[in-house]
């Protein structure tokens, strides 16, 4: 069990035969562990359809339950309120301006 469990940390969500190949372990197995693994609420399990070639292939796709992935590299730091900061001396303040009411009678 544990086995899987690593196995979906290191790799992120995959399906149960994806599993099975990168575990080593047979399919039936996989899916009994898996049940256990998702009763017991250390995964997260949700049954999907898949279209490959035009053909659907069902599976079982899991993912660890609590378990946020270190993140890529590559993203851009999350923007900052332009409230929060004070202006800084000499700097404009952001152009957008209140809207003025009109009041045609």
Not at 10 to 36: H, M, Q
Not at 77 to 95: I, V
Request: aromatic share 2%.
């Amino acid at each position: 069990m544990q086995e899987i469990l690593q196995y979906l940390k290191a790799n992120g969500e995959r399906l149960d035969t994806e599993i099975a190949a990168g575990t080593g372990v047979s399919l039936k197995n996989v899916r009994l562990l898996l049940s256990e693994l998702s009763a017991r609420g250390d995964i997260i399990m949700c049954h999907t359809t898949r279209y490959t070639g035009g053909k659907p292939v069902e599976g079982m796709l899991c993912r660890p339950s609590g378990y946020i992935p270190p993140a890529s590299p590559g993203r851009k730091p999350k923007p900052t309120r332009p409230e929060a900061a004070p202006l800084a001396a000499g700097e404009n303040p952001p152009l957008r301006q209140p809207r003025q009411s009109s009041s045609k009678k």
